[in-house]
C-alpha cells in the first residue's frame, strides 16, 4: 500500500500557498510555519502539520471576515 502522508516538503508548499492567500487578504499570520515536531512522532503516517500560531484579534477578526465573504460569494 503506497504511503499517501505529506512529506515536509509538502507541508512546507502548503505554508506558502497560505500565507499567500492570507496575504491576498491583507492578513499575515507571523507565527504560520510547518510544525516540524509532527514529523518526528511515532504516528504512522507522519501528522505533517501546520502550525497557525498566535495572532491579534485585529488578525482574527480580519481573518474570519475573509473567510465568511469568500463562502458568501460561492454561495
Known sequence: MPD???TAYDVTL???DLRTALAEH?????S???D?????GTYAPPAGLVALGNC???TARALAAALRKTAAVER
Open 32 to 34: 504560520l510555519r510547518v
Open 56 to 58: 491579534n484579534t485585529a
Open 26 to 30: 491583507g492578513i499575515t499570520l507571523p
Open 4 to 6: 499517501h502522508s505529506p
Open 14 to 16: 502548503c505554508v506558502e
Open 36 to 40: 516540524l515536531p509532527s514529523f518526528a
